[in-house]
């Protein structure tokens, strides 16, 4: 529905947050139900993976910002209970703790002129959105997308081509500097606090809490401001994302299966969402987290590819760094884990066919660079990824680190050359040191 309609038809002139409610076959509506109550409950899992509970109010996947994180300061809610299936949580009503859409406006703010450079000749610093500033007083809006823009100068001056910022996707890091006596978190101590941000929450909102603007709609235009910025001086912006799973991750136990977290996707399509064990009550799960996302399913793929279409097309974004890349090309939806470069049906192959890559000589395009493993199964395929993705390269990086630690060099463990790479030259990135290899 437009915003104008909202505003002329309904009379609703400020900011909308919505959130959604939903049943199924194991939660099949009643009339009598009420917030809190478990009427019409079956079972928190039934046969087939459905785990729907209306009692949660649900995340739109879709949503473009978000009110605040599950667990924050701002709904003073610091357990993930009020979220839980299973005997003991599920008549608690998530309602008003829970994060909300927020519906936005149309927003003109420009990204600047996008680079066209060939990734080969990039010089590409990673670094984490709130930490490049947090600690620099001289920088106004510290630790935000606004100060992030500030320092585009002292980043050009040190020759970087592409800054790759750390997942800036909505992730549940709003109680990082909270204290809680009843969950034993403090603001001084980092226990249980979500720094690097691989816990996405929503895959389209920016993370509100890297935003200086916290209005509604805030966040949005400052990432956009912070793009155009790095532009402007002829800098790349990548970040990094997380597609092999997500903050919901999987059962409270191994052996209990009712008992999960609900924030969004799962209580909406948990099968399509995500890889099932065979008899369809746990999560399969290659990532560590406890559940891989379903990038096999069709309806799990469009969510991939509209996140990546919104942040290359409407926030600026020129490529994407994706963790733990080898789940998306895994070929069995539940029960099992096979990777397969060649199948036409994987997401690494409809990134490829969706979202155009880069020409190695550059030119108009989309960076794709995969970090090639995972945990388990056939995930380590470094080298091993199809045309039009380039990689981490983990073997040049084990090999240089080898040398500079002085405990010497395998020539089985060679640095590879794009050579190693036939009709793919710059399939290879080379990376000495990353968030994941201290």
Same mark, same amino acid.
């Given at each position: ?163 790759? %910022? ?153 490529? %994407?760094? %994706? ?116």
């Amino acid at each position: 529905m437009p915003v104008s309609t909202l505003s002329t038809t309904y009379g609703i002139t400020g900011p909308v947050y919505y959130g959604y409610r939903a049943w199924g076959p194991n939660w099949p509506y009643s009339s009598s139900w009420t917030k809190g109550s478990t009427a019409g409950f079956v079972s928190d899992v039934d046969s087939t993976g459905n785990r729907f509970n209306p009692n949660k109010l649900l995340i739109d996947p879709y949503a473009l910002e978000l009110s605040h994180d599950p667990i924050s300061p701002v709904n003073g809610n610091y357990s993930n209970a009020v979220y839980a299936s299973g005997g003991t949580h599920r008549a608690k009503d998530s309602g008003k703790v829970a994060p909300k859409g927020i519906v936005l406006a149309s927003d003109s703010t420009s990204v600047g002129v996008k680079p066209t450079r060939a990734l080969k000749d990039d010089v590409i610093y990673e670094v984490h959105l709130r930490g490049l500033t947090k600690g620099d007083t001289s920088v106004n809006c510290a630790g935000t997308y606004a100060g992030a823009a500030a320092r585009a100068d002292a980043l050009k001056s040190l020759g970087i081509t592409s800054v790759e %910022f750390l997942p800036v996707h909505e992730t549940d890091n709003d109680a990082n500097d909270a204290s809680d006596t009843a969950t034993g978190r403090s603001a001084t101590s980092t226990a249980g606090d979500n720094y690097w941000g691989y816990m996405t929450v929503n895959y389209f909102a920016p993370d509100r809490r890297y935003s200086c603007d916290q209005s509604a709609g805030g966040p949005t235009k400052e990432f956009k401001a912070m793009v155009k910025a790095f532009h402007d001086r002829g800098i790349k912006v990548f970040i990094d994302v997380v597609y092999n799973h997500t903050a919901e991750g999987g059962t409270w136990s191994g052996t209990d299966a009712s008992t999960s977290t609900i924030y969004s996707w799962r209580g909406l399509d948990n099968v399509s969402y995500y890889s099932l064990t065979s008899d369809r009550q746990f999560f399969w799960d290659n990532t560590g987290i406890g559940a891989n996302y379903n990038t096999f399913n069709s309806v799990a793929q469009n969510l991939i590819i509209d996140s990546l279409r919104y942040w290359r097309t409407e926030l600026g974004v020129d490529g %994407f760094r %994706f963790d733990l890349a080898s789940v998306l090309g895994n070929t069995c939806e539940h029960g099992c884990f096979n990777y397969d470069k060649l199948h036409s049906g994987t997401a690494l192959n409809r990134v490829v066919r969706d979202i155009s890559p880069r020409p190695e000589g550059g030119g108009t395009g989309t960076d794709l660079i995969a970090e090639p493993w995972a945990i388990g199964g056939n995930s380590y395929q470094v080298g091993n990824f199809p045309a039009g993705w380039s990689e981490w390269n983990g073997i040049y990086r084990d090999t240089l680190r080898k040398d500079q630690n002085g405990l010497g060099w395998t020539p089985s463990r060679r640095a590879r050359s794009p050579a190693d790479w036939p009709g793919r030259a710059t399939c290879t990135v080379m990376t000495a040191a990353g968030h994941g290899t201290p």
